[in-house]
């Protein structure tokens, strides 16, 4: 397969995916430009996906524990602070304060088992 610049640079690997439970989520701190900002993903299956954790509500963190972004069932995240509902494959809200707002998309790269963001 073939490596996207962006995946080639090592410093843009996160984990690997058989790392994540199925499916779960995990946070990580990534450089933006000079940013630095704060994204989860989720593993559903051979799927991951990846989101900023703000919450377009009140752009509060989604996380509500170390590494816990989905709902009781594993079906949805949910934001912690005033329960937002969002699916996890397009990070859609379907339930809560945030009407049809959206969470913000992160791109992935999986390559070889490593996952990269772009
Ligand atoms: S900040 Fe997420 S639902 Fe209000």
């Not at 954790?53 to 995240?77: M, R, S």
């Not at 602070?81 to 990070?91: Q, R, Y």
């Amino acid at each position: 397969m073939v490596r996207s610049k962006q995946a080639e640079n090592k410093s843009n690997f996160l984990c690997k995916l058989s790392t994540l439970a199925d499916p779960s989520s995990k946070s990580f701190s990534i450089k933006k430009g000079r940013k630095k900002i704060e994204i989860f993903i989720v593993r559903k299956g051979d799927k991951v996906f990846a989101y900023e954790d703000v919450c377009p509500h009140a752009q509060a963190p989604l996380e509500w524990n170390k590494d816990e972004f989905l709902d009781k069932k594993k079906e949805n995240i949910i934001c912690a602070m005033h329960g937002a509902v969002f699916t996890i494959e397009e990070g859609q809200c379907v339930s809560g304060p945030c009407g049809s707002a959206a969470l913000t998309p992160v791109q992935l790269e999986i390559i070889d088992g490593d996952v990269f963001y772009l």
